[in-house]
């Protein structure tokens, strides 16, 4: 299964580096995924490349319009079926692990990124199937916030991390945080890694790391042990 991801923006460029490196851009010579960025400006209603104005009412900033993006959405919706379409906003649902494992599962997603004063409502009412949010402050644009999101989703799709087990221990997939890592060498100026790691006993440092993972969350971020959707309660 491939995974396909429509972005819309005005600000294509924001979104040409994040995908061009690293695991996500793996991902994309492996196959596994694709990442189309569409110009909202090409479809722009007149020739002067307008795809804003001014808010009815007054008020401060530009909305993006609706044509435009009715007619890019319009357009990738005839020629397949989507699973979602995610708008990026500040007031939409707040992205966690658990929500960026969900749409894993989905193949083709549309994301549309808003800039100034977000777009005409009527987007939202009418193509919008989810709003995400990355957290509580403000962007100014989705683009970042948008590769965010697709980065988290990529990341989890099957056979795109080398070592598969690997997404399944980071922080946050149990609600736990991850233990301390430690490589060469074993002592860094008298500051030594700690034993348990260099025995070769497996199931003690599974132990090991799994209570360490405890003590830091309860340390660091007690507000996951208290969710009631951890592995420990
Ligand atoms: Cl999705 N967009 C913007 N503009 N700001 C944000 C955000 C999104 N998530 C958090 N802040």
């Given at each position: 299964?491939?995974?396909?991801?429509?972005?819309?923006?005005?600000q294509p460029h924001l979104l040409t580096g994040p995908f061009d490196h690293s695991i996500l851009k793996r991902a994309q010579?492996?196959?596994?995924?694709?990442?189309?960025?569409?110009?909202?400006?090409?479809?722009?209603?007149?020739?002067?490349?307008?795809?804003?104005?001014?808010?009815?009412?007054?008020?401060?900033?530009?909305?993006?319009?609706?044509?435009p993006i009715a007619k890019c959405i319009r357009g990738l919706q005839a020629e397949r079926q989507y699973d979602a379409v995610?708008?990026?906003?500040?007031?939409?649902?707040?992205?966690?692990?658990?929500?960026?494992?969900?749409?894993?599962?989905?193949?083709?997603?549309?994301?549309?990124?808003?800039?100034?004063?977000?777009?005409?409502?009527?987007?939202?009412?009418?193509?919008?199937?989810?709003?995400?949010?990355?957290?509580?402050?403000?962007?100014?644009?989705?683009?970042?916030?948008?590769?965010?999101?697709?980065?988290?989703?990529?990341?989890?799709?099957?056979?795109?991390?080398?070592?598969?087990?690997?997404?399944?221990?980071?922080?946050?997939?149990?609600?736990?945080?991850?233990?301390?890592?430690?490589?060469?060498?074993?002592?860094?100026?008298?500051?030594?890694?700690?034993?348990?790691?260099?025995?070769?006993?497996?199931?003690?440092?599974?132990?090991?790391?799994?209570?360490?993972?405890?003590?830091?969350?309860?340390?660091?971020?007690?507000?996951?042990?208290?969710?009631?959707?951890?592995?420990?309660?």
């Amino acid at each position: 299964m491939k995974t396909r991801f429509d972005i819309i923006t005005c600000q294509p460029h924001l979104l040409t580096g994040p995908f061009d490196h690293s695991i996500l851009k793996r991902a994309q010579d492996k196959g596994l995924v694709e990442i189309h960025l569409h110009d909202l400006r090409q479809y722009a209603i007149n020739k002067h490349g307008q795809i804003d104005d001014y808010a009815f009412g007054g008020g401060a900033g530009m909305v993006l319009m609706i044509e435009p993006i009715a007619k890019c959405i319009r357009g990738l919706q005839a020629e397949r079926q989507y699973d979602a379409v995610i708008y990026m906003t500040p007031d939409g649902q707040t992205l966690n692990q658990p929500m960026a494992n969900r749409l894993s599962l989905l193949q083709n997603i549309i994301i549309l990124c808003g800039h100034y004063k977000g777009v005409d409502q009527r987007v939202r009412d009418l193509f919008v199937t989810h709003e995400v949010s990355i957290g509580d402050y403000v962007l100014s644009g989705g683009e970042l916030a948008a590769a965010v999101l697709a980065d988290s989703i990529i990341r989890i799709i099957p056979g795109v991390l080398n070592d598969e087990s690997s997404a399944l221990s980071d922080s946050f997939q149990d609600n736990l945080l991850a233990p301390p890592v430690y490589s060469r060498p074993a002592d860094f100026e008298g500051h030594a890694v700690p034993e348990i790691l260099l025995s070769g006993n497996t199931p003690k440092v599974e132990e090991w790391r799994f209570e360490q993972s405890v003590q830091r969350t309860k340390a660091l971020r007690p507000d996951l042990l208290t969710d009631n959707k951890n592995i420990t309660s």
